[in-house]
């Protein structure tokens, strides 16, 4: 169930990040569109990835994959506020909803290491 509201969020999250990759094509910005297009699709493929994993251990490295692009991601938007490529309630709104990813990729994470212990 949790897994679930994961991969949709992660599922609307990807969407918000291809349309902001859109945006910044169009104002010929090119290299960290690429880089936040890859790591902000990234988490919901390791999401998907991870409900058919090999065992716990499979499912934690899937998550845990996830969990560093979820980072990376907040990364490359914080870098695209303090360079003025999107504005304070565009960033305000995607990191949002990226820390709320984080959270709840550390709480799979955790809930399955102790499963597993």
């Known amino acids: 169930m949790a897994n679930d509201k994961l991969a949709e969020q992660s599922m609307a999250f990807a969407v918000r990040i291809i349309n902001l990759v859109k945006q910044l094509k169009e104002q010929r910005e ?16 390791n999401i998907r990835e991870a409900k058919y994993a090999h065992g716990t251990a499979d499912f934690i490295s ?45 709480a799979s994470i955790n809930t399955a290491k102790n499963t597993n212990e």
Not at 30 to 45: D, F
């Open 30 to 45: 090119s290299i960290i569109s690429n880089q936040i297009g890859r790591s902000g699709t990234s988490i919901g493929a």
């Open 62 to 106: 899937k998550m845990q994959i996830a969990l560093k692009e979820a980072n990376e991601t907040g990364y490359w938007l914080e870098l695209l506020y303090k360079t003025n490529y999107i504005g304070e309630e565009q960033y305000n709104s995607l990191e949002i909803k990226c820390k709320s990813l984080r959270a709840m990729l550390v």
